[in-house]
């Protein structure tokens, strides 16, 4: 099983705060990624990181951030957050063919 | 534009019945196919992963084909069990970025009733 952690699981928030998904991975995998997910529709990419100092976003576009300071830790923040940022996000980690998936965080804004 | 097209949307089986899962895909150039099973609220987790080069992978009751040339593949389950109930994602990489991009399926929701 991957060493790969996402924590708060599930948080209910009122908007306009500002909230952070933390992420960590015990594999010293250089890449990491986060995706969105709402129900019964597939994964997209919000942000992809190749390393320390390396963030990109992806193919979702998203009002979140993303920062990469440790190789384990690729938290996602959100500065104000809306009920239209409520969906699940997955982190990611791989160092080549396999990308390992956390648990997931299951965001809720009011 | 390179997609996954997963189906049928949603199943239903017995206990003890076999199903079998689609994924037709347009992704290229092709570099490997991914079959991951998804418990609800859960992040994927990996069962099989094919290249252009294997048309077979099996993974304890679970066996995954690729069909390179049409651009398809299946999902076998053999046996169902009721933890087998999840959602099963077809995922397509491409070989054209340094990345790895991942494309994925919707996924088909698999039910199994005792």
């Known amino acids: 099983e991957a060493d790969i952690y996402q924590t708060p699981r599930y948080l209910v928030i009122g908007t306009g705060k500002k909230i952070t998904l933390e992420c960590s991975q015990t594999?010293?995998?250089?890449?990491m990624y986060w995706y969105q997910q709402d129900p019964g529709m597939e994964l997209h990419l919000i942000h992809y990181?190749?390393?320390?100092?390396?963030?990109e976003k992806g193919d979702l576009s998203s009002e979140s951030t993303v920062s990469r300071i440790r190789t384990e830790h690729f938290p996602l923040t959100l500065e104000s957050a809306r009920p239209s940022h409520t969906s699940q996000y997955l982190c990611a980690s791989s160092t080549g063919n396999e990308q390992f998936f956390g648990p997931g965080t299951r965001l809720t804004v009011l | 534009k390179n997609q996954v097209e997963q189906s049928p949307q949603s199943l239903i089986i017995l206990e003890g019945k076999n199903c079998t899962l689609q994924c037709n895909y347009t992704v290229s150039p092709f570099s490997n196919l991914r079959w991951y099973k998804q418990d609800t609220g859960r992040g994927p987790v990996s069962l099989t992963i094919?290249?252009?080069?294997?048309n077979t992978k099996s993974n304890g009751r679970y066996t995954a084909t690729l069909d390179a040339d049409t651009k398809q593949s299946s999902l076998h389950i053999t046996a169902s069990q009721l933890s087998d109930s999840a959602s099963y994602i077809c995922?397509?990489?491409?070989?054209?970025?340094?990345?790895?991009?991942?494309?994925f399926g919707r996924g088909t929701q698999l039910t199994v009733w005792p």
């Open positions: 094919m290249t252009f080069s294997e």
């Open positions: 594999m010293g995998h250089d890449k």
């Open positions: 990181s190749y390393g320390v100092n390396s963030t």
């Open positions: 995922v397509v990489s491409d070989r054209g970025s340094t990345l790895g991009r991942l494309y």
